[in-house]
Structure formats: structure tokens, C-alpha cells
């Protein structure tokens, strides 16, 4: 219940200087135990000098007149705040003092006017979800009266019938997907998965500095980190551990195979610290430091710990331990409900995707523990809104940018311009499985459709970015610099999620997910991947798809190609090997650097080639904390490193990140072959990232074109167009820089000569070759059609996950690794230089030697016009046209920028083609010349038309709206 004291403090706060109070005397409030009159507006005016302690609570949309006492004069000056102070969102992640600025922050009491709006008359309109508000008179003479509000969505009429029993059906489930239940614990891996249960719960309880009496301070003496008492209770990093800890506690003792199932004395000290930490820490305050901490992560704790203990404590002390959350987090459709008391740079804005999700799973914990379907129906609506389409770009401006969330070629987007398929996308897909089967059967089920949405995302978004059971580091952001999160841990959480959707989905996707997780855990070891499962159905799932010899597993990592034109993604995969490629254009980042996360990733969007093969460790074993960051595969960069500008006030850089002028970034595919392409502008492009406050400045001169043409056993990789000016540094091209063996004793081999960790040295090669790390499908050779200069070089590079990730707040162990480098160097100042070299992945020596001798690839032209290969084993020809006026080669012309690709096959020509731009909003024409073909047109996509004249063919593709997608048509 709102107390007078609460009034009292808030009216004291706003007599005093701002400066001086944080408005912490909420902490001593409970929440109120019902809003059932959620019409009531205040009839009757409280007793002289006192102000309303209930709150008024409306229904968004409803307004109602706050009365005023009668010896109020003259013009009356309203407010609608939630009394917390101001945080500074960029720099100053922390409360502001007076006369303190940071952006277009100013210190002062943040406003509600996104939740509440009211008028000079003291009318008052519910705006938007929201709780802890007020509305605040003041009249001429200084007099106040203060009116605690609530906002709520819905009225009593507008929810689902619900009785207890659903509820406690729920919260049931809710723990008993967490705890297992009553498991049958005869299976080692589930005695295990207790004893790892009981483990946490030892550690964490009998390091607890007050076991068996009241907690009277900071629980855990490791969680200071250094920092004293009153760092700790400002710093939810800090304090989150020591819920993370009260968690485990609470998990024990909910887990009835737990040897401290239902404990008393266990419960005795997870309730008192539960206390301590609502009272002192993670209740309604301003923020400071990371949003993300408040608003998304503490939920994550605090509600599992006080629903493992729900049925064993009083109600009301279940609402005090999730008032933190209510304040932080009331509407999941919403971050920053505080506005400008929380650290999100933009303030109250829409959540969405992954944070849609994660807020929508915090929606269902309140709704449990609060016992209120307002919560339940919201996380259902949520969840809905993500599982009901595709997102949309939005042309603003001349380009187009991206809404959150998955897209329909299968893309997943981030914070705006990042692909987060395998980071971001995971917790989105965590929360999209976990609502889906936790609401089943209830009042606030999702629907059916929302499930086939689902099997879209899985199909379409995970599967092809797994390989050999790792998540591909070109989805994965700026989660590369994690030490504790490598692409096989990722790997194995989209594997146990996408295990959860086999009931979901449809049958024939279900036998597609069966043949895929049977392969990955196969190729991951499979003792070693289930003892890495916390989650006892999703163990016994695994068991029994591992046993099943009834599966086929022909389609796991069969062929394919899959351009994905939304987030500058290529994935080319063969029976032997993946081949990814990650780019950046006018709509994506080159990375993101974050936090200080990801702090040397500025290249990684330069057309950074990936090559997965039975290597299983060349990226998983410590790649990106040792690597050369200025040589990373496929790249084309002016070889200086990019400024990540000054920390923050939390000491974090956020800068580094941008994106290009250049629009022209995609490509084409038929089948299993594609071709993609990106002009490279060294022009730095603000991201919009409202946290980083400098402006990134790159090479403003640099310019490129590059192309990648992937056939069946090979890929062309060609350059033109290079020029840079205004720089010491030298523009570099690199051909590989693959991760070597323990020893570095891999073998080197070229018609130039044979080395092992060669000293640096130019030569002039026809064919080189790598030998692989293991004994079979890991070699590795290339072709030079041209013979030019080349350096190599083999180094042992050491390294820290500290230096790409600066908030680690334990030293890491300094890594040490060898390496084999292969690069052009186009000299600091090139003008119009080229590059060229195939890849030919899984070749030995000896066949790298006969391929050089006679290629299946011939090249066409490489120019900054257009660049084009034909390949000759699988009859394609494939052109990128750079010039806004296309261009001619080889029997084909286009009257426009594209990639197109022409394929025969038994006297059937397939052509394809797209609008990389995705900005030509009419048609490109390609006419095909001297090729044995009719005309005739067998099958075509929407939008395509065909006419013959002179003995040629034409072709016009309507790419208006088609966003990058391949156009494809078959003629005879």
C-alpha cells in the first residue's frame, strides 16, 4: 500500500534541492495488493495537509478530474513525474546533478508525459502502462497536493475469465521446466544435472556471509569486486550476481531430487536476502550505468528465485521482492518506462525482437507472482506481435532502414543495422519457444498461427546457420568477444532450442530438425554435448533422437546457397565445407562495437570470408583474441585501426561502428551456385548509435569493388576499382589468415617454393596450398589466375580476450597462436588496382597443382565497371555490374546496376537477377545475345517478361520493392 511517508518524501524531494535526494525512502514501500476499483477517481478529499495514498488508477484511454482542496489560488501548475531523478544517456550514466547536462538531458525529475497526460484543468489522461507515477499540483503560494497514479491497459471486462488453479498451473510448469520435477534420477546425466543443482547451491549458501541469521549487508563478499558497500548497492552488474547466487539457492530448494528440497533453514536466508536486496538495491530508483542491467537482466533472477519459493512465503513478501521488476519493467511492449531516469539513450521506446521477447517472459513471471492476467495478456500480445510476420524495411531518407527482428529471406536484425541471428536471435528464439509452451492449455495460449511463424524462423534463420553443431561467428556480433560464449556454446543453444519445436512444427520440418540435431551432436561429440544440457526434457529429447537410427540425416548440411540481402550476409555451403561472407552497406554496420565489446571488430563487415570445415577449432580456440584484425580473410582495407572514441562514464567505449555511403552490397543465386558483391566506401556513416558521442572518422578516400563467385568446388574472389589517397597506410587485400596447428608445422606448398612459418616474403605464385589442422577435409588451396606479387608470413601471435573485450572483470589468460598470413599489398596510395585468386576448398596439393593447370573458371573482366566469371564445370556465368548504366560481357547486357547469373542445364538456360541497391523502383532489362536459346519461357517469378528481336532475348525484371531478392526465370 502507498504510504503517507511516501508522500511526505516526495514532496520533501521537491522542496529541497535536487541535488539532495534520490527519492530511495520508496524502498520501504510494498506494492498495493489490489486494483480492483481501476475506475475509481478520488471522490473525497483526504484531511487538511495531507495528500491521497492510494493511487488513482485509470485504464489507458480513460481520464478523470483531480480535485484540489479549496484553499488552493491562482493558476494551478500540474506535473506528472514518477519523482526519480534525471540519468545522463551517453556519457553521465548516473543521476544529474543541478545545472548537470549530458546530450539534451538536464538534471531535474524525469517526466511521465509518455504515460500520463494532464491538462491545466486537472484532467488527466491515461496514456500508456505505467505504475509509481504521480501527479503533482502546486498552486501560487507554493501549497501542493500529490495524487499517487496507475496506469493499466485493460479493464476487468476486457480479460480472459481466470480462476487460481490457472495461475498455479502455470507456476507449476514455469518451475518445474526449470527444476526438472520429479525426474528419474538413474540416468547419470540427470544424477548429474541435480548434483550441478546442488553444487551451485553449496557454493553459493556456505560463501554467504550471514548463513543462519539475518542478512545484515552485501551477501557475498566476492560480489564487491573491489568497489565498497555503497558501489555495490549503486552498480546492478554487482548486485545482479548476488541475486544470480540467491537464484541458485532458490532452485535447490524447489528441486524436489535436491538434497535441500524444501530445507527451512535454506529458505530462512534466500528470504532474508531477498530482503536485504529489495530494501537496498533493486527497487524503484534511477538508473545508472547500463539499462540493459535494470530493466532485462535483473527480471531474469528475481523472478525464477521468488517463484521457486512462491508457494512457501507470505503473498505480500512475493510482491515486495518483484516491486524492482513492476518499476523497471511494467509493459513489455515498452523500454525506459522510467523515460529519462533510465540510462537507454533514446528514453521510452518500443522493445523489440530479442528484448520484445525477453520483456514478454518477464510479463509472464510478474503475471504469476502478482497474480494479475493484465501481465499474462500483454506477454501473450507481445509475443504475438513477433510471431505474427516478418518485419519490414521502412525507405526513409533515400535508404532503407530496419525494424528489430526477423525478416523474410531469414535475416535477423539487431539494435538497427547488425545481424544477430546467432546472439540476439537466440534469446529471441528462447523466449518464442519458451512462451509457446509455457502458455499452452491456459487462457492466454498463443495461436496456431504463431507457431507456423515460428517454424518460419527456424527454417529459414537457424538451420543454415549452424555448421559441424558451431553458430556462425557472422551472426553472432559483437558476442565474438566473449570467452565464455563461443560459437559452439552458441551453437548448442540454438540446438536445444530448436530441439523444443519439434511438437510445434510441422511434420516435415520436425524430420528436418530431427536429421540436423542428430548430425550436429554426432559432429560435436556427443557425450561432450550432453553433458552440456541443463534441461531435462531437452536431454531426454536428445537421447532419443541420438538412438533413433530410423533418422535421415542426408539434408543436415546437404548443398545450398542462401543470400540473405536484409542483413549483407552470404552463406555457400557444399557437402565439404561452408563458406560465409559478412558485408556492411548503407543499411548495415561494418560490426558493433558496444560496451567495450568487440573492441578491434572494425573489419569484420569489410568482406571478411569465413571457410568452415572439418577444422572444428579455427574459430572456437581463442581466433578472435589473437588474430591480426587488420588481416582478416577477404578483406580490402586501408590498414589502420579505427578510432573506438573516449569511454563513457561507465568507462566503456562504444564507438568504432558505422556504415557506408554505398548501397550497392548483395547478389544472385541458381541453386547451390551464387555470386555477391560489395563497393566499399572508406566514408565513416553515423549508425545512429545514440552512445557513442564521437564521430567515427575511417579513410574518406578509400573506394572498391569486390566480388565472390562460388561454384561447386571453387570460389572467385576478384578485386578492382582499389584507390585510397591521404593515408600512410597501405591498402591491404587479404587471401587468408587461417589459424595453424598447436606446432605451427603445417605444411606450405607452391610452384614458388614449400615453407613452414615462413619469415615474411613476396612471392609470385600460380597455386598455393595449406595443409589443413586435421588429417583429412581441412586443406585448403588457392589459384592465382594472374601470378601476381604476394606476401606470406608465418607468426605466432599472442593475445587477451581483455583487449577485445574490455569489461572482463577477470584477467584472462594471455593466448598464444600461430598463423598462416597470405596478402596483396595495393601500397598507400592505389590508384584503380585489382586483385584476383580462387579458393579451393578441401584440395590437396597435388589437385591445387592440376587445378592451376586447368581451371574450371575463366575470368571475363575485372573492372571498377563490372567484374564477371564463367565457370565452366557447371556451365555459369555470373556478372556483378557496378555502373548505373550496366554494362556488356559475354553474350549478356543490362541496362542497370545488378548481379545476374546465367546457368544452363540440358538446353534450359536459368536466369537470375537482383537489385543490390534495393533503390530501383522500376525495371532492369538484360538482354541476352548469341546464345542457343529461343525464347521460349518455360517458368518465371512475378515481374518478369520476356521478348525476342534481332536474334536476341530480352529480359525486364520489375526489382520495384523486391529488397535485394533473386528474380529467376527459365527459357529455352
Request: glycine share 8%; proline share 4%; with cysteine.
Amino acid at each position: 500500500m502507498y504510504k503517507k511517508a511516501l508522500i511526505a518524501a516526495l514532496i520533501s524531494c521537491m522542496t529541497v534541492s535536487a541535488a539532495g535526494c534520490q527519492m530511495n525512502s520508496t524502498k520501504a514501500d510494498t506494492i498495493p495488493d489490489s486494483t480492483a476499483d481501476i475506475n475509481a477517481a478520488p471522490t473525497a478529499e483526504p484531511a487538511e495537509g495531507e495528500s491521497w495514498t492510494e493511487p488513482v488508477v485509470l485504464v489507458k484511454g480513460e481520464s478523470t478530474r483531480l480535485p484540489l482542496p479549496a484553499n488552493f489560488k491562482g493558476e494551478i501548475r500540474w506535473t506528472v513525474t514518477n519523482g526519480m531523478k534525471t540519468v545522463g544517456g551517453s556519457q553521465k550514466k548516473y543521476p544529474l546533478s543541478d545545472g548537470e547536462t549530458d546530450g539534451e538531458r538536464t538534471a531535474g525529475y524525469a517526466s511521465a508525459e509518455h504515460l500520463l497526460k494532464i491538462e491545466p484543468d486537472g484532467t488527466i489522461t491515461a496514456l500508456e502502462k505505467g505504475n509509481h507515477l504521480f501527479a503533482v499540483a502546486e498552486d501560487k503560494n507554493g501549497n501542493r497536493r500529490i495524487f499517487p497514479m496507475e496506469v493499466r491497459i485493460f479493464s476487468k471486462d476486457q480479460l480472459p475469465e481466470t480462476s487460481k488453479e490457472d495461475f498455479q498451473t502455470l507456476r507449476t510448469r514455469y518451475v518445474e521446466r526449470l527444476t526438472g520435477g520429479n525426474i528419474d534420477i538413474s540416468s547419470p546425466a540427470a544424477a548429474a544435472m541435480i548434483q550441478a543443482t546442488d553444487q551451485a547451491c553449496d557454493n553459493a549458501w556456505n560463501s554467504y556471509l550471514y548463513k543462519g541469521s539475518g542478512c545484515a549487508g552485501v551477501p557475498w563478499a566476492e560480489d564487491l569486486a573491489g568497489g565498497d558497500e555503497e558501489n555495490y548497492k549503486n552498480d546492478a552488474a554487482k548486485f545482479r550476481k548476488s541475486y544470480q547466487k540467491a537464484e541458485a539457492m532458490a532452485k535447490a530448494y524447489a528441486s524436489p531430487s535436491s538434497s535441500y528440497y524444501k530445507n527451512e533453514a535454506l529458505l530462512t536466508d534466500i528470504v532474508n536476502i531477498l530482503d536485504w536486496l529489495t530494501d537496498n538495491c533493486y527497487y524503484p530508483r534511477s538508473e545508472t550505468d547500463n539499462w540493459w542491467n535494470w530493466e532485462i537482466g535483473m527480471p531474469k533472477n528475481v523472478l525464477p528465485a521468488v517463484l521457486y519459493i512462491y508457494d512457501d512465503i507470505p503473498k505480500e513478501q512475493s510482491r515486495k521482492f518483484v516491486k524492482g521488476v513492476e518499476f523497471f519493467m511494467p509493459d513489455p511492449f515498452h523500454l525506459a518506462v522510467l523515460g529519462t531516469a533510465s540510462t537507454l539513450p533514446s528514453g521510452y521506446a518500443p522493445a523489440a525482437s530479442a528484448n520484445l521477447m525477453d520483456c514478454a517472459y518477464t510479463s509472464v513471471g510478474l503475471g504469476l507472482v502478482c497474480e494479475d492476467s493484465e501481465y499474462l495478456v500483454l506477454a501473450k500480445q507481445a509475443a504475438a506481435t513477433t510471431l505474427e510476420r516478418f518485419q519490414k524495411p521502412e525507405l526513409k531518407d533515400g535508404n532503407y532502414v530496419y525494424a528489430n527482428g526477423f525478416y523474410e529471406d531469414g535475416s535477423y536484425i539487431d539494435h538497427g543495422t547488425v545481424p544477430y541471428t546467432a546472439s540476439y536471435g537466440i534469446d529471441f528464439l528462447k523466449g518464442s519457444v519458451r512462451l509457446s509452451s509455457l502458455l499452452a492449455d491456459s487462457p492466454w495460449a498463443l495461436s496456431p498461427e504463431n507457431a507456423k511463424m515460428l517454424e518460419s524462423y527456424v527454417v529459414k534463420g537457424y538451420l543454415p546457420s549452424i555448421y559441424q553443431g558451431a553458430a556462425l561467428d557472422m551472426l553472432r556480433g559483437r558476442a565474438i568477444s566473449r570467452p565464455d560464449l563461443t560459437d559452439r556454446a552458441a551453437g548448442q543453444q540454438i540446438i536445444e532450442m530448436i530441439v523444443q519445436t519439434i511438437d510445434i512444427v510441422s511434420p516435415e520440418t520436425a524430420a528436418q530438425i530431427r536429421g540436423a540435431v542428430k548430425t550436429w551432436v554426432s559432429q560435436s561429440g556427443e557425450e561432450q554435448f550432453l553433458a552440456g544440457v541443463k534441461d531435462i526434457s531437452v536431454f531426454s529429447s536428445l537421447k532419443e533422437i541420438m538412438a533413433d537410427d530410423t533418422i535421415d540425416t542426408s539434408s543436415a548440411e546437404a548443398a545450398m546457397h542462401q543470400v540473405y540481402p536484409y542483413m549483407d550476409r552470404t552463406i555457400h555451403r557444399t557437402t565439404d565445407y561452408l563458406f560465409g561472407i559478412s558485408m556492411y552497406s548503407s543499411r548495415i554496420s561494418n560490426c558493433e562495437i558496444m560496451n567495450d565489446e568487440n573492441l578491434k571488430g572494425w573489419f569484420t563487415g569489410f568482406g571478411m570470408t569465413y571457410l568452415y570445415n572439418d577444422d572444428k577449432q579455427q574459430y572456437t580456440d581463442h581466433f578472435w583474441d589473437t588474430v591480426n584484425p587488420l588481416r582478416l580473410p577477404g578483406t580490402t582495407i586501408v590498414a589502420e585501426e579505427v578510432d573506438n572514441g573516449e569511454p563513457d562514464s561507465s568507462g566503456f567505449h562504444q564507438g568504432g561502428d558505422f556504415l557506408s555511403p554505398e548501397n550497392w552490397v548483395g547478389g544472385t543465386s541458381i541453386g547451390t551456385t551464387g555470386v555477391s558483391g560489395m563497393k566499399v566506401n572508406g566514408t565513416a556513416v553515423s549508425n545512429g548509435d545514440q552512445s557513442n558521442a564521437s564521430s567515427t572518422v575511417y579513410a574518406d578516400s578509400f573506394r572498391a569493388e569486390k566480388s565472390y563467385f562460388m561454384f561447386d568446388d571453387e570460389i572467385v574472389c576478384l578485386g578492382a576499382g582499389i584507390q585510397n589517397s591521404g593515408s600512410d597506410a597501405p591498402v591491404i587485400t587479404t587471401v587468408e589468415n587461417r589459424k595453424l596447428n598447436s606446432g605451427g608445422s603445417n605444411q606450405i606448398s607452391s610452384d614458388a617454393g614449400e615453407w613452414i612459418m615462413p619469415e615474411e616474403q613476396i612471392i609470385s605464385p600460380q597455386w598455393l596450398h595449406l595443409k589443413g589442422n586435421t588429417e583429412t577435409g581441412s586443406d585448403i588451396g588457392y589459384y592465382f589466375p594472374e601470378k601476381q606479387d604476394v606476401h606470406i608470413m608465418g607468426s605466432t601471435r599472442t593475445g587477451s580476450y581483455h583487449q577485445i573485450k574490455g569489461d572482463l572483470k577477470t584477467e584472462e589468460e594471455t593466448a598464444e597462436r600461430s598463423y598462416f598470413t597470405c596478402w596483396f599489398d595495393h601500397g598507400a596510395a592505389p590508384e584503380n588496382d585489382t586483385y584476383s585468386y580462387v579458393l579451393l576448398p578441401d584440395m590437396t596439393s597435388e589437385e591445387t597443382k592440376a587445378y592451376s593447370q586447368s581451371p574450371d573458371v575463366e575470368i571475363l573482366e575485372n573492372s571498377e565497371k563490372l567484374q564477371a566469371v564463367n565457370d565452366h564445370s557447371t556451365n555459369t556465368l555470373a556478372v556483378n555490374f557496378w555502373d548505373e548504366a550496366g554494362g556488356q560481357t559475354d553474350r549478356i547486357s543490362c541496362d542497370s546496376q545488378a548481379s545476374v547469373m546465367v546457368q544452363e542445364n540440358n538446353g534450359a538456360f536459368t536466369i537470375a537477377l537482383s537489385d543490390p541497391t534495393m533503390l530501383n523502383t522500376g525495371t532492369i532489362c538484360l538482354k541476352l545475345q548469341e546464345l542457343p536459346i529461343s525464347g521460349k519461357l518455360i517458368e518465371a517469378d512475378d515481374g518478369i517478361t520476356i521478348r525476342t528481336e534481332n536474334g536476341s532475348v530480352y529480359l525486364e525484371f520489375n526489382v520495384n520493392g523486391m529488397c535485394g531478392k533473386t528474380m529467376r526465370a527459365v527459357i529455352q
